[in-house]
C-alpha cells in the first residue's frame, strides 16, 4: 500500500514539474528550437524552387534566434490555415512568418511585439481595362479574390459595398483567377506584391491613395508561457536595437515595412 502510494505521488510529481516546464526549457534541453514558416512568403519565408533554399527575413531572423540562444534551428512547414494548429498541437515552438496580428487569431495563439507591418495591395493584368487605379476595385462587375484564411479575406468582407468577393482556397489559385481572367484584381501585401512584379510579366500593382488597412506582422507561440514569450520579446527588443532587424530587412528590400519601435 506504501509503495503504492509513493508511486502515485511520483507520478503527480512528474506531471506537475511538466506541465510546470516552460517551453523554453525544452529547446535548450533539446539543443533545438522548431520553427513554424510558410515556405511561399517571398521576401519572408521562401523556398527557392531553384536551389532548395530557404531565403527572407524571418528566415534570417530564425538562424539569428537560434545562433542566441544557441541551439539547432529546424523549419517546420505551415501556412496560414494550418500554423494555429501546428502551435496547439505542438509541432513547432513559434511560428516565423510575419503573421498579420488580428483579433479572430489573436484569441487563439500569442503574438509578440510587431517586427514588420503592410497596408493591403491590389494585383491585376496589365491588360485589365477595368482596373487603372484603387478607386476602380470596389466598382459593379469587378471581382475581386482573396485567399480563404489570409486577414485580406476578413477586411475586404467588411470594406467591399460594391465589387464581388471571390474566397478560393489558396494563393496560387488567387493569382491564377486573375491571370485567366476569372478575376479582376487580387488583394495582397507589399512583400508578396513585391513577387509579382518580379516574376511574373503579367501582373501590374494597385496601390491605395492612403493608407486602407495597416496591418502589424508579428511572430505567434501558445499562450501560457511567459518565460518563453518573455525571452523571445528579448530578443525582438535586441535586432531592434543592434541592427541585426534593419540590415536584413534592406537584405531582403523589406526596409519600407520594418518595425523599429
Not at 467588411?158 to 489559385?173: F, I, P, R, S
Not at 516574376?199 to 502589424?216: C, D, G, R, V
Request: net charge neutral; hydrophobic share 40%.
Amino acid at each position: 500500500m506504501l509503495i503504492r502510494k509513493l508511486f502515485l505521488l511520483i507520478c503527480m510529481s512528474i506531471v506537475y514539474l511538466n506541465a510546470q516546464e516552460s517551453i523554453l526549457d525544452r529547446i535548450l534541453i533539446d539543443k533545438k528550437i522548431k520553427v513554424c514558416i510558410w515556405p511561399e512568403y517571398f521576401g519572408i519565408s521562401y523556398l527557392d524552387k531553384r536551389t532548395q533554399k530557404l531565403m527572407g527575413i524571418d528566415v534570417d531572423l530564425a538562424a539569428e534566434l537560434a545562433k542566441d540562444l544557441k541551439v539547432e534551428l529546424e523549419f517546420v512547414p505551415s501556412s496560414f490555415t494550418d500554423f494555429i494548429s501546428d502551435i496547439t498541437n505542438n509541432k513547432c515552438n513559434i511560428a516565423m512568418f510575419a503573421i498579420g496580428d488580428t483579433p479572430l487569431r489573436r484569441a487563439k495563439v500569442r503574438f509578440t511585439t510587431p517586427h514588420l507591418q503592410s497596408d493591403i495591395y491590389a494585383i491585376t493584368t496589365k491588360n485589365n481595362r477595368k482596373i487603372n487605379s484603387w478607386d476602380d476595385i470596389d466598382k459593379d462587375g469587378v471581382i475581386v479574390a482573396v485567399a480563404k484564411g489570409t486577414y485580406h479575406e476578413p477586411v475586404m468582407k467588411e470594406k467591399l459595398k460594391k465589387a464581388q468577393l471571390l474566397v478560393v482556397d489558396d494563393l496560387n489559385t488567387r493569382q491564377q483567377e486573375v491571370h485567366a481572367g476569372r478575376a479582376d484584381v487580387f488583394m495582397t501585401d507589399y512583400p508578396f506584391a513585391k513577387k509579382m512584379l518580379k516574376q511574373t510579366s503579367w501582373a501590374k500593382l494597385i496601390s491605395p491613395n492612403s493608407t486602407y488597412h495597416m496591418t502589424e506582422y508579428s511572430w505567434a507561440m501558445a499562450y501560457e508561457d511567459d518565460k518563453f514569450y518573455n525571452r523571445i520579446e528579448e530578443f525582438i527588443s535586441d535586432i531592434k536595437q543592434d541592427g541585426r532587424l534593419q540590415n536584413l530587412a534592406i537584405k531582403n528590400e523589406l526596409e519600407q515595412i520594418i518595425r523599429l519601435k
